[in-house]
């Protein structure tokens, strides 16, 4: 049995116990890797910051839902560890390449599976890494919640560089104050962001982040995969694809037609998210299983559900 149709399986076993859930975003990740020693992911490192920095509200992140409680920090800090080993692993593997490899999309099949959670969460978790810095990049340019929810929404970003060509990056990109977390908001809506996100444009621009900054993982936040064409445009820049799926709420159907919409050439990883996290609920903490890393092609696609 394939890896996916295993992760398939254990998703559809879940289902039925996911009623238990408190409702609130937890990330379950499935790998083989030891965790490090847990840092809450509030905790913070020096480092020097040249520029404007921007300061972020936390309190405002937690209270729309995205980022963790301090009292539940430890336990996330934990679960995000384990999603980035690989990733990181993946992009610091090829910096020599031109595949993009430190570019990945988060996405989910549908809204509501907490793939902003997961990106703005996997963003600060990488931010502790000593030999990795982290870009966010809000590409929900049709509801940008990065950039709302930190207060970017009015600052040009990721449209205003594809519509004006005298913008560089270093126009739109904000250095915050959250752990050096940089962040390129969505920018002004358009009517045209499909066209201009598939644009060679596009292309170019995330060629150019790629390659510019080869020690900085480019966390992409991204629309359903299934809801709008923006989602699957956005995910062919990228070399990596983190597909979020929330546990007990995602089909199979709807986890195997995202699929299909991606380059099975990918490195494909899955998110398992919400899931079941204890008798009592209401806390973060969740556990592990047997994990997948999906690098696709045409002859292991796995027998739909």
Not at 19 to 43: K, L, M, N, W, Y
Not at 46 to 57: S, Y
Not at 72 to 96: C, G, M, W, Y
Not at 123 to 135: C, D, F, K, Y
Request: contains cysteine; charged residues 25%; glycine residues 6%.
């Amino acid at each position: 049995m394939s890896k996916i149709q295993d992760a398939l399986r254990r998703l559809r076993d879940q289902g039925s116990d996911a009623s238990r859930s408190s409702g609130q975003d937890t990330a379950r990740a499935f790998s083989r890797r030891v965790p490090d020693t847990v840092i809450p992911i509030a905790s913070k490192k020096k480092v020097e910051i040249t520029g404007e920095k921007f300061a972020i509200d936390e309190s405002a992140l937690i209270r729309r839902g995205l980022l963790v409680p301090v009292e539940h920090a430890l336990p996330v800090a934990d679960e995000f560890r384990r999603i980035k080993r690989p990733l990181i692993d993946n992009a610091l593997r090829n910096t020599q390449s031109d595949d993009c490899m430190n570019l990945v999309v988060v996405a989910g099949a549908v809204p509501g599976v907490g793939k902003t959670f997961c990106s703005m969460n996997l963003a600060a978790s990488i931010s502790l890494e000593r030999e990795v810095s982290v870009m966010l990049i809000d590409a929900d340019v049709a509801k940008p919640h990065i950039s709302t929810a930190c207060g970017l929404a009015d600052r040009p970003g990721l449209i205003d560089v594809l519509v004006d060509d005298s913008l560089t990056l270093e126009d739109v990109i904000v250095r915050t104050d959250m752990n050096d977390v940089q962040i390129l908001p969505a920018g002004q809506k358009h009517s045209q962001s499909t066209e201009l996100l598939a644009s060679d444009r596009m292309q170019e621009l995330m060629h150019e982040v790629s390659n510019r900054y080869r020690d900085r993982l480019i966390i992409m936040d991204s629309p359903p995969l299934l809801i709008t064409s923006e989602a699957q445009v956005v995910a062919r820049q990228a070399g990596q694809v983190a597909l979020v799926v929330e546990c007990g709420k995602t089909s199979n159907q709807q986890i195997q037609d995202a699929l299909d919409v991606l380059d099975r050439d990918k490195a494909i990883n899955v998110i398992f998210n919400k899931s079941i996290h204890g008798p009592g609920g209401g806390y973060y903490g969740v556990h592990y299983g047997d994990y997948g890393s999906y690098g696709f092609n045409t002859e292991t696609e796995p027998d739909r559900p």
